[in-house]
């Protein structure tokens, strides 16, 4: 396996190690009137290249290992870099922690409850 690293501008706090690394040919879209729209459109699918093996928040360097030929093509101005979490690591809701809530109204009319929710930080 080789690993070979590339430089952002600034790296997403999302992004682990062990993720997923996908690129993505762009192009730009323009108006009617030839005016460029700020959009990108992908230009055919995304390309697994490999997994993140190494993330250095100070100099903005991601370190990816791959089986594949990187090419310089596939990090350039043309396109675009994705990444995925593993689907069986990464599940939706939380394990292992719980809460108990106590709703009290101490109002005289009736009141109506439509909706509950918290954001796990």
Known sequence: MATFTITLNSINQSLSIGDTVYTVAVQNVFDGDNTDSTIDSNNGNPTAVGTV????????????????TITADQFNDTHMALFSKSGIVNTSGVSGYYATVKMK?????????????????
């Open 53 to 68: 093996s190494g993330i250095n928040t100070t100099t903005n360097v991601v370190t990816i290992t791959t089986d594949l």
């Open 105 to 121: 109204n101490n109002g005289t009319a009736e009141a109506k409850l439509f909706s509950v929710g918290s954001e796990i930080v």
